[in-house]
């Protein structure tokens, strides 16, 4: 089901911007029953945890989406994301923004 736009939230659709926005800065992930975070590098690599789990993975920027692989426990097969930001909020938005939504607290 496709996530509807929201007048708050900016596509991030150049690297550049997302660059600026997201990579080097440590996302706190809403919607978990523990703390979880995820630091996205500029190195093309990501790291954090979830649930309790520890994160690892691997990004590049392809097409105007943010596309990554990781292991939480069990690997993350290639999704490219979607990703928006409103103030101090970012979400990303799985398969090419028409799946299923994370949202992040800058």
């Known amino acids: 089901m496709p996530v509807e736009p ?7 659709t150049e690297q550049a911007a997302f660059a600026a926005a997201i990579v080097g800065k440590r996302l706190t992930i809403e ?9 996205v590098n500029a190195d ?7 649930e309790g789990t520890a994160y690892a993975g691997t990004w590049l920027w392809r097409d105007g989406y943010f596309c ?6 069990f690997e993350l097969p ?3 994301q979607l990703w ?12 090419r923004g028409q799946g ?3 949202n992040y607290r800058l």
Do not use: H, K
């Open 84 to 95: 928006e930001i409103s103030g101090d909020r970012a979400r990303s938005i799985r398969d």
């Open 31 to 39: 919607d978990t029953s523990s703390p979880s975070f995820l630091v």
């Open 100 to 102: 299923s939504v994370s």
């Open 68 to 73: 990554r692989t990781g292991t939480v426990g």
């Open 6 to 12: 929201s007048a708050n939230f900016a596509p991030l």
């Open 44 to 50: 093309g690599t990501m790291e954090g945890v979830y």
């Open 78 to 80: 290639e999704n490219c």
